[in-house]
């Protein structure tokens, strides 16, 4: 599957496809921030994932 192709909605059923053939999030995830520039990482920490959010925001107002 073509990372680059896929629907943002079908990221998910990607990455429990790729889980569930014993592949790592981690590793899942990394793969998927390379190629995609409409996916973001978010911390868990709920203070850092707002300023992560509002700086990718902030890339797309120009």
Known sequence: MNLKDIKTE???????Q???KGRSV???VKEIL?????????SHD???GN???IDSLK???K
């Open 18 to 20: 790729e889980k569930d």
């Open 10 to 16: 079908e990221i998910k059923d990607y990455i429990q």
């Open 51 to 53: 300023q992560q959010i």
């Open 26 to 28: 981690k590793d899942i």
């Open 59 to 61: 890339q797309y107002q």
């Open 46 to 48: 709920p203070v850092i």
């Open 34 to 42: 390379k190629v995609r520039s409409d996916v973001t990482l978010l």
